[in-house]
């Protein structure tokens, strides 16, 4: 992939792959173009070079909301509820663009998430901070979408509530969904990682199994501080 | 006889204030409704609302006089009744059509609320001219069929009272069809897919986008159903009033006052606005004499008119209140958007 | 086009468009139009401070103008002192006790904490004010009302020179500003201008209503004048020489004595209605000037710096220390002092202050037209906006009767379309300001002339 927002390109030629059932971490300083790696893979800024993949399908042409249809969910870093809606509302929103009932997929996030269904009439902007990032990720997951992405998934929430989060993200990719993560708290992402990749000036500066580049010298000299 | 100057008193009190505000009040809430919507999706204060009202209700009484030279009428309703879904539906299209050729330009390039504000005020005067030109400046009745639900000399002789009553049957047209729009509003906000989608477009516009919801849907449902509810406002209170694009352009600052003094973007706030307005502007204007000369003993009887502002400030009193609301509460009685 | 080349030629074709009204209707008209043309300037530069430098939208223009106008009367009218004699003692009392009580209010809201003691005193405060105010206002007013409301019935002014009062409507205008951005100003900026429109017709109201102050809706007329009256200048002998030496080669074409005396006769009034203007215009352009170099000069000082930069990014601006309410409440001040100038001025040539014509139309948007389309952020451009849309809102109409007439051109005299569309020309206006208003801002969003990028 190659892009950026018109004038200077802010990643070249970066490639990042995922599988179901596998976590997949995107680490890397600030500036580094994390962000705008994922923005590309969701359709929000168009690539100059390269493509997007999923399934064997090229959907480097869609919209962002046919990338949704296609079964790519996101839940974006901050403003990710609708804080004005109940927390079922939210749920039934992320169903929007199914037909189908939804009903079953409802239940199965409370199964996911207890706290959910005892709050389920609740606003969302009521809750607390880690229980409004379960239910962002709630959201997206109505979808039943192939590949989830979260971006920093637990910046500014407690480390109890980190854990949390992460324990739920194992579940859900037991579940059969990929999922990438771009993450800020290294040491703790790169731990539940199955693969990982640090980005560095919009390009591949490592990548490799979680465990493995969190054992590795150079990278944990130069970006998770020793 | 004490409790019939009670009960004098109350019925007077129900005749000036009650029946009036609460009309009125309707009226103002379905504009301010409308108003409230185009805030909460489009994100920008339309100056241009109250002149849409002059363009839906002039659009009704030329579908009423097409009907009337027709020979169609609804009996002891008014025609302009079974016009008002015909002109609903030219509104909804001149407002898409000034969308599509105006608006939409501001809104791809996301500019700021306060640019189509601005662009609204060119709408506004763009439809002024159009609706003066159509039908003129003048002041305009269209009320046709039965007037009178219950009439004050009806009343005062079957109850044997000194005061009467009366009820025009444009008050309770206006209470009936103000429910119904209001309930059918809310019910479509809270309970439909596509009501959930506006209202979660309007609370959040990025994620909306992430959950696959087209914004352009939106818009043009935005613009529908403000057409339905300030068309609806226009033409009731034309029935019970009369028509005239002033008096039409002059509810603007009320409509606004009822938005911001509810909470702007809170359609139950909007309503609520509507109401403390319309009650607010004529019980601070009404002279309370009569009312008290009933009710007190005739040595307490007071001198003056006891009115609270002259009916001169009728209508500045929605920017008092309005004023009031900012310095003490400016979110509103209904917390709405951040200010 | 080179933005240093718009604002020459932007003034040249609007110089052109003047002198064809001069030469095709009549200079007189022209003249007309001018005065106007730049008391709208004065105006535009008022609310282009606000809004192109402040970022501040003030929908209360009308109110401004009004108070100016207001001010134009109390300074100038000669008192009544009959109404003070009889009722002025009630008047002053009702206005103490109203300003005890305001002050009063002031007092609890911000130093009594316990709510319940707070609210019952705002209650009291409010009860007793009223009926104190209530007891002295009424029967002073009726009395004031009614002695001799033909010609007076209101407390008259100060009886000063009217030239005074554009300086004293600064004042006035300003400090009702002060009041009023003390309230509105920690708004965003839609609800500014929501709030200011109201206010703005509370000030109509007033100044409609309250017949003790200046008469209401029966208006004030015959105030006095900076200028000559024409009957003056018709009787003065060097005005009759001037007249007399700039026509000279016309009037010697003259064959007989009397058709050479009738000429002059008309040539005098002709000249003493424009001279008249001429003095007008001198007058209103010298203000306009002192504006607007008071203006640049403010702009371009480090003070202006800092308002543009705190319009431009209120957060950078903000964590900087700097105290963006201050600013604006200054800009704001200084805007609708403007704008006061502007209103007394335009009494003052009007000679008659009417209440009822103020209507938001009139005196809030279009002057908003005119700093948006003349380019916010340039007090150039305020001024050729201010020019351009006063002479379309004039000249829209005989334009608009001839447009009406061309569409009507084939229908018989009688037809009731052709009657309709005649009688409608006259709201075509409203059709091509608003139409101006969005092609400017679709197609030249920055304006005629627009705010030049200050080099860092």
Known sequence: MTGGYGGEDIIHGCDIEVDRNQIVVIVGPNGAGKSTAMKAMLGMISLKEGSLKLDGLDISKLTPQDRVAAGIAFVPQTMNIFSELTVEENLEIGAFLREDNVRETIEEIYNLFPAMKDKRNQLAGELSGGQRQQVAVSRALMTRPKVLMLDEPTAGVSPIVMKEIFERIITIKNSGVAIVIVEQNAKQALNIADFAYVLVGGENKFSGEGQELLNNQEVRKSFLGG | ?339 | MNDELRAPIAFIIMGILLATVGFTQSWSVSLSVINLCIISSIMAIGVNLQWGYGGLFNAGVMGFTALGGLTAVLVSHDPIYEAWDKAGVGIVISAIIFVLSITALLFVFRNIENKQIRNTLIILIIVFGLIGINNFYGPSIDIIESINPAKTGFLGGLGLPIIFSWLIAAVVAGLIAWVIGKITLRLRSDYLAIATLGISEIVIAVVKHEDWLSRGVKNVSGLDRPVPYEIELQQSEWFLNLVERLNFSKLEAMQSLSSRQDLLNDLVIDSSGIFVKLCYAGLFFSVLLLIFYLSQLALNSPWGRMLRAIRDNEEAASAMGKNIFAQHLQIFIIGSAIIGIAGAMLTTLDGQFTPGSYRPLRFTFIIWLMVIIGGSGNNLGSIFGGFFIWFIWIEAEPLSIGFMNMLAGGLEYENPLRMHLLGSAAHLRLFIMGLLLLLALRFMPRGVIPEKIQKK
């Open chain 2, 1 to 339: 006889m004490e409790n019939f100057e009670f009960i004098n008193a109350m019925v007077l009190l129900a005749n000036f204030v009650i029946v009036p505000a609460l009309s009125y009040g309707s009226q103002l809430a379905l504009a301010t409704l409308s108003l409230t919507i185009i805030y909460g999706v489009l994100r920008f204060s339309n100056f241009a609302q109250a002149d849409w009202m002059s363009f839906g209700t002039m659009a009704t009484i030329l579908f009423t006089w097409l009907f009337q030279s027709a020979g169609i009428s609804a009996g002891i309703l008014p025609t302009a009744l079974l016009a008002l879904p015909f002109a609903i539906i030219v509104t909804a299209l001149f407002c898409l059509l000034i969308d599509r050729s105006v608006y939409s330009f501001y809104r791809k390039q996301k500019s700021q609320p306060i640019v189509l504000m601005i662009v609204s005020v060119g709408v506004m005067f763009i439809l002024q001219a159009v609706v003066r030109f159509i039908i003129g400046p003048n002041d305009r009745k269209f009320f046709d069929g039965e007037k009178y639900i219950v009439h004050a000399l009806d009343f005062k002789n079957y109850f044997g009272l000194a005061e009467g009553l009366t009820i025009k049957s444009t008050q309770l047209i206006t209470v009936i069809v103000a429910l119904v729009a209001m309930i059918s509003l809310f019910y479509f906000l809270q309970k439909t897919k596509l009501g959930k989608s506006m209202r979660a477009y309007s609370n959040n516009e990025d994620l909306a986008l992430l959950s696959g919801i087209n914004p352009e849907k939106i818009v043009i449902v935005t613009w529908i159903i403000s057409s339905i509810l300030i068309t609806t406002a226009g033409v009731l209170y034309g029935l019970d009033k009369s028509f005239k694009p002033f008096t039409y352009f002059n509810l603007l600052l009320p409509m606004f006052a009822a938005a911001i003094v509810g909470g702007i973007g809170s359609p139950i706030g909007a309503v609520i606005g509507g109401y403390v307005i319309a009650f607010s502007e004529i019980t601070l204007t009404y002279a309370y004499k009569k009312f008290f000369v009933y009710l007190l003993p005739e040595s307490l009887e007071p001198s003056g008119l006891m009115q609270v502002l002259s009916t001169d400030y009728k209508f500045a009193i929605s920017f008092i209140i309005l004023v009031i609301v900012l310095i003490v509460r400016p979110t509103g009685i209904v917390r709405g958007k951040i200010i």
